[in-house]
């Protein structure tokens, strides 16, 4: 198909739709240089096979120009990034002969590390991350090992990340290797959220060579699950109201959040795939699971739900911003911190938390990245506590002149209660766990980005 046709299954009409839009490098022979490779679009060789574990997903593909969306479109806004095979994709930049061929990332087969990242040649006899490099050598004997440079993929993933930031003012990097984006009101400026979500997969491989996939949906949950299903190279849309339908087909352990643990748990009561899950109603989650069991059943139907953070896998929660043109504009980081600093304080309240520990991870123009941590004598979940941390920490980070990249906050140490408001003095206690409802009561009802402090929004920094 040649790009910028647009194809469309018939199927469309039943409930779903997907667009998958598939590209792949060319090299151009001479240079490894990430700017020389051009884009083509494929169709990928065997789609019925990926298709095929939502078999009553209509789809059209290859679509380089996305145009023709329909109105559920326009509620779809944010876009999961995930880099291919991140780690082996990165050392075959500099070794493009290993393309096509199994590679494992992770040291040699002879150490007693693990894989920590399989090509799909590798995977297909059954490699994957986290399995120690012995067995991956006896599940494929021809696979070529690779030692780990993680500060080169370290790089690479702040690249991506600049990329990331031109699309979009909400961008958080979730890991090394991906990222959601908020394309809600972006519309106006780069055009519908397909469209844009094709252009930014487009841009990244032709700019850096790195494969990546995405996934489009309303709800961070969804955006993730699509963008697993759209690898490699591929891009899902879950279009809203089909969030449930998409995922009934898919095995419960295709639920961010569902690990091992609860999995096991699950399976003890005959639930093997999502749609088995859909079938237990909220109540008797929670009798079976507790507070975690409303998350499934909100999980079950793609609904977010911050829940995730008090599962036993979940430890920390932390917000990234990668600026578009490196900057030392005081206000402008001092802005960027405190709105880092409410997004994780509402996430932090939103799961009936406290937090104990901030860290404060600043990365120069040179990729130079330092982390600032520090303990409160009291876990708090108010914005205003982190933030004065942050710039305490951020005053003896940055001296003031150099250029930074990236900046972000993490939060550690949780704990269900706090003793941190009885530091304050009531009136002030009052007011501050007012404020923090009400922002959190408007930001559920018009999105987190609809309603800034005032110190991210004028270039001032919140300081109460
Ligand atoms: N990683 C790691 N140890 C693990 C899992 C992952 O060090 N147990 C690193 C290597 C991966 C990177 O993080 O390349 C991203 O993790 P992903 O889960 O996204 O895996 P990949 O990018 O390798 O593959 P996929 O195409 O499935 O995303
Ligand atoms: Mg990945």
Redesign the pocket.
Known sequence: MAPGHVGRSNRQNTGFACDRTNWESIEPGKSNSPKSYKLKLRILPRPSAILGAMPRLAHFRAKHDAHAVNAAEASAAILHV???????SVELLARPELKGKPVV?GGQPDQRG?V???SYEARRFGVH??MPLRTARKLCPQAIFLDGHHELYGQWSDRVAAILAKYSPIVEMA????AYLDLAGTERLHGPPLSVANKLLCEITSTTSLPC?GGLGASRLVAKVASDQA??RGLVWVPAGSEPAFLAPLAARRIPGIGKVTDSALKAFGVETIAQLQVFSQERLEELFGRWGTALYRKARGIDSYEFFVDAEAKSLSHNQTFGTDTNDPEKLHATLSYLCQKVGKRTRDAGLHARTITLTVRFANFDTITRSHTLAEPSDLDSVFLKTVLDLFAQAWRGKALLRLVGVALTGFSAGSGQLDLLDPGRRDKLERLARTTDRLRDKFGFSKLQLGGSLSKRPERE
Do not use: N
Request: glycine share 0%; aromatic share 10%; hydrophobic share 50%.
């Open positions: 995930d880099m291919d095979a991140f780690f082996v990332v693990v920590t990242s399989a991350s986290a890991s090394i290797d991906e996939s690898k490699p």
